[in-house]
């Protein structure tokens, strides 16, 4: 898993092209579960143990912070580049998006290594019906054709 992390965590960096199927090894069983349980560690309490993410997730709540979305098929993850969803994973949602969005969505730099925030996200991808992830794989290919 190292050499792809290295590869991929270069490809996100410099903002090189990604395949259409992206960098998650959510085809490789192992790099799966490894990121089923640190799902179930770091990402569980507010994203859901089935994926489903918080009530009215689309609408801020408290104090204006965002709830967290889902990330099953149901939901927005799948329509954003890995390259993305990588990012926000290991710098936080506000930290991505700026200006003043809120959201409870911390960074995970310096608690997630790069290895373990992409086995994270195979392990959601691997949670997706083909047709998601062929969708999935378009957001990509548009992505890589735009940069």
Not at 11 to 32: M, R
Request: charged residues 15%; hydrophobic residues 40%; proline residues 4%.
């Amino acid at each position: 898993m190292r050499g792809l992390a290295v590869g991929a965590v270069g490809l996100i960096q410099t903002g090189g092209a990604l395949s259409a199927a992206g960098v998650f090894p959510y085809e490789d069983a192992a790099a799966v579960a490894s990121g089923k349980l640190l799902y179930g560690e770091y990402c569980a309490s507010c994203h859901g143990t089935d994926l489903k993410g918080e009530a009215n997730w689309r609408s801020p709540g408290e104090g204006g912070m965002m709830p967290a979305p889902p990330h099953d098929g149901d939901g927005h993850t799948w329509h954003h580049p890995d390259t993305l969803l990588f990012m926000i994973t290991k710098s936080g949602t506000a930290a991505m998006v700026g200006g003043d969005y809120k959201s409870n969505m911390i960074g995970f730099e310096g608690v997630l290594s790069d290895d373990e925030i992409l086995e994270t996200l195979a392990y959601i991808k691997s949670t997706w019906s083909a047709r998601v992830i062929e969708m999935h794989n378009t957001v990509n290919e548009n992505s890589a054709a735009s940069n």
